[in-house]
T-cell receptor
Framework: LAKTTQPISMDSYEGQEVNITCSHNNIATNDYITWYQQFPSQGPRFIIQGYKTKVTNEVASLFIPADRKSSTLSLPRVSLSDTAVYYCLVLGNQGGKLIFGQGTELSVKP | EAGVAQSPRYKIIEKRQSVAFWCNPISGHATLYWYQQILGQGPKLLIQFQNNGVVDDSQLPKDRFSAERLKGVDSTLKIQPAKLEDSAVYLC??????????????FGPGTRLTVT
């Protein structure tokens, strides 16, 4: 299973765009890149998943370069409610074990 | 659609006591997971069920932890006897099977266990 590396913490202000980059140098051909979000006192919540190039949904965008050794989660115009821990994971196309790292603790300030 | 339900939400016990947690997954989800999340860390998978069979329990401390999933629906996780280091949030999650893609897991709110 590919190991991921991401910043431990980030600070931002309301209305700014936040980009969280994750490194996954030994990603396998069949692996997908998946991001989860966890608010305090709640379980993690799936926010986006991609294989290559760019994926966008109502919550975020995910940018994946051609070599797939890294990915960037982009949160447009963050608000206070986006304060959470964001986890980057890679896993195969048959699902399987989610291995969570420490995640990135995003703090959004007014 | 109802989410993953867990109870209790909070539990305080003394070391060497026993405790049990209950989980009801989303209807129709064949795969169920139990995670342990220690403060400041990401969740760690303890056990994975598919229907009522165990798929992965490699990180379950089997000398004190046990889990079962009756009739492939509800599940219980038990700790007996508890140690101080078991203080954590215990998360239950469920997912569909057979989509062919990396499965989205849906998590419950967790049970916060404090062992004194």
């Amino acid at each position: 299973l590919a190991k991921t590396t991401q910043p431990i913490s980030m600070d931002s202000y309301e209305g700014q765009e936040v980009n969280i980059t994750c490194s996954h140098n030994n990603i396998a051909t069949n692996d997908y890149i998946t991001w989860y979000q966890q608010f305090p006192s709640q379980g993690p919540r799936f926010i986006i998943q991609g294989y290559k190039t760019k994926v966008t949904n109502e919550v975020a965008s995910l940018f994946i370069p051609a070599d797939r050794k890294s990915s960037t989660l982009s949160l447009p115009r963050v608000s206070l409610s986006d304060t959470a821990v964001y986890y980057c994971l890679v896993l195969g196309n048959q699902g399987g074990k989610l291995i969570f790292g420490q995640g990135t603790e995003l703090s959004v300030k007014p | 659609e109802a989410g993953v339900a867990q109870s209790p939400r909070y539990k305080i016990i003394e070391k060497r006591q026993s405790v049990a947690f209950w989980c009801n997954p989303i209807s129709g989800h064949a795969t169920l997971y139990w995670y342990q999340q220690i403060l400041g860390q990401g969740p760690k998978l303890l056990i994975q069920f598919q229907n009522n069979g165990v798929v992965d329990d490699s990180q379950l401390p089997k000398d004190r932890f046990s889990a079962e999933r009756l009739k492939g629906v509800d599940s219980t996780l038990k700790i007996q006897p508890a140690k101080l280091e078991d203080s954590a949030v215990y998360l239950c999650a469920s997912s569909l099977v057979g989509t062919g893609l990396a499965y989205e897991q849906y998590f419950g709110p967790g049970t916060r266990l404090t062992v004194t």
